[in-house]
């Protein structure tokens, strides 16, 4: 596992990265002995084994390994759309793995997911697609106004009413990035996001992830394949078998 620019990571209990902080209670996101196994017809796939590690605020993550490493089922576990099966996960001091109901609800929506096939409703608009998550909730802004201006962060103005399926795959990443944001998340968990782009088309993609940390105050883990987007976080993550190494 990698370190860069102070962020923290914790491997375990043989101790703390090169150059981590030292202490969870500083993480924003703070996992312990995290367990989570699938069992199928003929075997039992334990995708998390143990797993402890921290992130801190404001850094970008990237999360590596093979396919079938464990990477998509932490990003689904640390978004709450999944349940480990032993272990804990804290984020903002919150253990979200004791929560329920109303509270877990409310949790998910402090999180942002970009998809690696980007998820989005082939029959809807764009802006309709952006604004779908926030649309049966209470908000404290604008949505419409919202959506539109985070259209035009990532560089799809005037393309508000657009059906999805009328995209290019670059430009259809585009708007599960803003659709992600909608909900002003302090966490946004992208899941191979250039997995299914061309290498120019991946590499923008990549400069507008980056940018989230700066310009949104984000706080991005990214499971990838892609040797540039890793290098260019502020810490990398190897995955092996549901471990870290």
């Known amino acids: 596992m990698r370190t860069r620019r102070n962020a923290s990571a914790h491997a375990g209990p043989a101790g703390d990265a090169a150059g981590a902080v030292t202490g969870h209670d500083r993480a924003?996101?703070?996992?312990?002995?995290?367990?989570?196994?699938y069992v199928t017809l003929d075997a039992t796939i334990t995708a998390a084994d143990g797993i402890d590690l921290d992130i801190t605020a404001g850094t970008v993550t990237a999360l590596t390994g093979p396919s079938g490493s464990g990477k998509s089922t932490l990003?689904?576990?640390i978004g709450a759309l999944d349940t480990p099966d032993v272990g804990t996960i804290t984020v903002s001091g919150t253990e979200i793995t004791a929560l329920g109901g109303n509270a877990l609800a409310d949790y998910r929506r402090t999180v942002g997911f970009v998809f690696?096939?980007?998820?989005?409703?082939?029959t809807l608009t764009?802006?309709?697609?952006?604004?779908?998550?926030?649309l049966p909730f209470k908000t404290s802004y604008d949505v419409p106004a919202r959506a539109k201006a985070?259209?035009?962060?990532?560089?799809?103005?005037?393309?508000?009413?657009?059906?999805?399926?009328?995209?290019?795959?670059?430009?259809?990443?585009?708007?599960?990035?803003?659709?992600?944001?909608?909900?002003q998340p302090t966490i946004i968990l992208a899941d191979e996001p250039t997995g299914n782009l061309?290498?120019?088309?991946?590499?923008?993609?990549?400069?507008?992830?980056?940018?989230?940390?700066?310009?949104?105050?984000?706080?991005?883990?990214i499971a990838t394949h892609d040797p540039d987007l890793a290098q260019r976080c502020d810490q990398v993550v190897q995955i092996l078998d549901g471990k870290l190494v």
Do not use: C, M, W, Y
């Open 198 to 221: 061309d290498s120019a088309t991946g590499e923008e993609i990549i400069e507008l992830l980056l940018a989230l940390r700066d310009t949104q105050s984000a706080t991005l883990l």
């Open 28 to 37: 924003l996101i703070s996992v312990r002995g995290l367990v989570k196994a």
């Open 126 to 134: 764009v802006l309709d697609n952006v604004t779908a998550p926030v």
């Open 75 to 77: 990003l689904h576990l």
């Open 116 to 122: 690696q096939r980007f998820n989005l409703l082939p």
């Open 150 to 183: 985070l259209l035009a962060v990532v560089g799809l103005a005037g393309r508000e009413h657009t059906l999805a399926t009328r995209l290019s795959g670059g430009q259809q990443q585009r708007v599960a990035i803003a659709r992600a944001l909608i909900n």
